[in-house]
């Protein structure tokens, strides 16, 4: 990891995409198997981003209410570093999964986070949920890092507006950022010039005096 604020590019869709991410220095891919989704990946294709990209950046399976049997059958084909849920999982299935997790809430809410301990919060639009880059006000997760939860800033973020974000935050740092369509052309494939473009205004950002 290049900086202190982990960068993660989420709804990677083809292994080129993902070579990407990793040469404008990204610290996470997230790749999506939630059914109905314009990301939503294959087994054949999920696995070819992921051996593309091995041992060279976290690897994240995003899952949004996902029985037990679909997660391991994602989990036997691919191999993974984390796992992201994006529903309404309770805290006793996120302690089930053998990986690290990351679980998406509604905004900056404190209550909410806290029915996970020890589990990274991804801070996403409070009512337009994930996927769709509608912005929000980012430095209401102020208060919620401050408590010491490790939190990753979501929804809306884009090359022009993370900076922003961050430093809406003041001293404070969340410990990582989540693009998707903020980076992405027409055609939802990732831009790699916008994913360096992204990449620079955090660590810009992260760096101010």
């Excluded at 909410?112 to 880059?133: K, M, N, Q, W």
């Excluded at 974000?165 to 831009?191: C, H, I, Q, Y």
């Excluded at 992204?198 to 760096?207: D, K, L």
Aim: aromatic share 4%; hydrophobic share 40%; glycine share 10%.
């Amino acid at each position: 990891m290049s900086g202190s604020v982990r960068i993660k590019i989420c709804g990677i869709t083809h292994p080129d995409d993902a070579e990407a991410a990793v040469e404008v220095g990204a610290d996470l891919i997230g790749m999506n198997f939630v059914p109905g989704s314009p990301r939503c990946l294959d087994l054949a294709t999920a696995e070819a981003i992921a051996e593309r990209v091995d041992g060279r950046i976290d690897r994240v399976a995003v899952f949004k209410d996902a029985a037990p049997d679909e997660i391991q059958r994602v989990l036997r084909r691919v191999e993974f570093e984390r796992i992201q849920f994006h529903g309404s999982e309770t805290e006793e299935e996120v302690e089930e999964v053998d990986l690290p997790v990351i679980k998406a809430i509604r905004g900056a809410d404190l209550a909410a986070a806290e029915e996970y301990p020890g589990t990274i919060v991804l801070l996403d639009h409070p009512t337009e949920g994930g996927g769709r880059g509608k912005s929000w006000n980012w430095s209401d997760a102020a208060e919620l890092i401050e408590t010491g939860i490790d939190a990753i800033l979501a929804g809306g973020l884009d090359p022009t507006n993370v900076g922003e974000a961050l430093g809406s935050l003041g001293d404070l740092l969340p410990w990582g950022v989540d693009v998707a369509t903020g980076v992405e052309n027409a055609d939802g494939r990732k831009d790699p010039e916008k994913m360096a473009r992204f990449v620079a205004a955090v660590r810009a950002a992260e760096n101010f005096d």
